[in-house]
């Protein structure tokens, strides 16, 4: 089944403690991301990588790493963890579809930073 | 700052009737368009996508794209209170990131 898997779903943490966030698609695309949803405020763009070795920041990447050492992985690394960090995370990864970039969205990782 | 415009909601419309829902984008350049669906505490799921003047059917979802006016439309007809959900419109241009909307909140009411 063609998938984009996030682990993981839920993570409660506290302040300063180092935590990854993996993200891994079957689909052999190219494109990945990582959002933040927070109420408000909609979907943010957090980092997008179009391919291996080559990633680029989103809308709100402080506090935020990320790798892409192998097509199909697209980790999220929150070094030091603070508070304003605690939201839900959607990895997504898509293709070109007729010239529209087609996003296919994993279930979500709900992080609480105490 | 490119931005996607969307009117909230909640917007309430009773079981069998047409919900319409609009979209407004700031940047001209934008080539593709994306309505997506989302469930409280689920991930969204692409209903579909546009990318020329005019409108585009699919079952009971149509979506209407005015590039002049910059505006997206998302119309489900015989609306069914499983369609209750956050409806997210997103544009981007050819590889760029998406962009989108905070959501309009629909409730089909039975």
């Known amino acids: 089944e063609a998938q984009v898997t996030q682990n993981p779903r839920y993570l409660i943490t506290v302040t300063g403690k180092k935590l990854t966030v993996t993200c891994s698609q079957n689909m052999n695309h190219e494109y990945m991301s990582w959002y933040r949803q927070d109420p408000g405020l909609g979907l943010r763009q957090i980092y997008y990588?179009?391919?291996?070795?080559?990633?680029d920041k989103g809308d709100v990447p402080e506090g935020y790493k990320v790798s892409r050492k192998e097509k199909r992985n697209f980790p999220l690394i929150l070094e030091s963890p603070s508070p304003n960090q605690t939201s839900l995370y959607f990895c997504?990864?898509?293709?070109?579809?007729?010239?529209?970039?087609?996003?296919?969205f994993g279930a979500g990782s709900r992080l609480t930073v105490l | 700052q490119k931005e996607v415009e969307q009117n909230s909601g909640p917007l309430s419309v009773p079981e069998g009737a047409i919900a319409s829902l609009n979209c407004t984008y700031s940047d001209r350049g934008s080539q593709s368009f994306f309505w997506y669906r989302q469930y409280s505490g689920k991930s969204p799921e692409l209903i579909m996508f546009?990318?020329?003047?005019g409108d585009k059917e699919d079952g009971r979802f149509t979506a209407q794209l005015n590039k002049a006016s910059q505006y997206v439309s998302l119309l489900i007809r015989d609306s069914q209170p499983s369609d209750s959900a956050t409806y997210l419109c997103?544009?981007?241009?050819?590889?760029?990131?998406?962009?989108f909307g905070k959501g309009t909140r629909l409730s089909v009411i039975a």
């Open positions: 546009i990318y020329s003047n």
């Open positions: 997504a990864s898509s293709f070109l579809l007729g010239g529209a970039n087609v996003l296919t």
């Open positions: 990588s179009m391919n291996v070795e080559v990633t």
């Open positions: 997103a544009a981007n241009s050819g590889n760029t990131p998406l962009v």
